[in-house]
């Protein structure tokens, strides 16, 4: 089974300043998909950003981009001009596209809590 | 679009209690998820549907958690007798069948067992 390892429990960054949110993952495929997502306290689970294996540019999305290296199954995340509203819980997760039966679901990292400092 | 939509919000119960959590996706999407997120284990995947037929439920934690999906449109989750360690927030979630396409996530409902 994949796992998903986030080894920074919580981060903390300075406004306008840049931070990087680890994250591991253990898998024997070779085509599969990585994402992070944004969890504030309102709970609400928001998509940051997504990367295909297959693909090795990496993603970007405004402030937000991916350092994705497969080789050593390392997909971080790196918020530049970190704002206020950054603040939240990001979780790493890893869905496989070996279709079985359809979908498949995502399976997520512990999460890293990030504060962001005024 | 309205996105996933989950009710109750917040749910309070006592032990012994049924509860019933309820889902509507994403209009369109195929696959439904539930997922279960508390402090200890973070979020753990009970169960998924792809075209309302249940493909994976080894994530219920036991015999008194069932769910269903009838139609395209709605899905629940059901515990009974509830207890005390069900206490979590219980996410829905729904995607299309196409390549890297994400999962929506609902608000999530709060539970909790007294």
């Known amino acids: 089974a994949q796992t998903v390892t986030q080894s920074q429990p919580e981060m903390s960054v300075q406004e306008a300043e840049t931070v990087t949110l680890s994250c591991t993952y253990d898998?024997?495929?070779?085509?599969?998909?990585l994402f992070w997502y944004k969890q504030p306290p309102s709970r609400q689970m928001i998509l940051v950003i997504r990367q295909e294996a297959y693909k090795q540019q990496n993603a970007t999305e405004n402030r937000f981009s991916v350092n994705f290296q497969k080789a050593a199954k390392s997909f971080s995340l790196k918020i530049s001009d970190s704002q206020l509203g950054d603040a939240a819980m990001y979780f790493c997760a890893y869905r496989s596209a070996v279709v079985v039966a359809g979908n498949t679901p995502l399976v997520f990292g512990k999460g890293t809590r990030l504060s962001v400092i005024a | 679009d309205a996105g996933v939509i989950q009710s109750p919000r917040h749910e309070v119960t006592e032990m012994g209690q049924e509860v019933t959590l309820r889902c509507k996706p994403i209009?369109?999407?195929?696959?439904l998820f539930w997922y279960r997120q508390t402090m200890m284990r973070g979020l753990e995947l009970l169960i998924y549907?792809?075209?309302?037929?249940?493909?994976?439920d080894s994530g219920m934690p036991e015999d008194r958690f069932s769910a269903k999906m009838p139609n395209a449109s709605f899905s629940t989750l059901k515990i009974q007798p509830s207890e005390p360690r069900d206490s979590a927030v219980y996410f829905c979630?729904?995607?299309?069948?196409?390549?890297?396409?994400?999962?929506?996530f609902g608000n999530g409902t709060r539970l909790t067992v007294t």
């Open positions: 549907f792809n075209n309302n037929v249940p493909i994976d």
């Open positions: 209009s369109g999407h195929n696959s």
């Open positions: 979630a729904s995607t299309l069948g196409v390549r890297a396409s994400p999962l929506h």
């Open positions: 898998t024997s495929e070779s085509d599969y998909y």
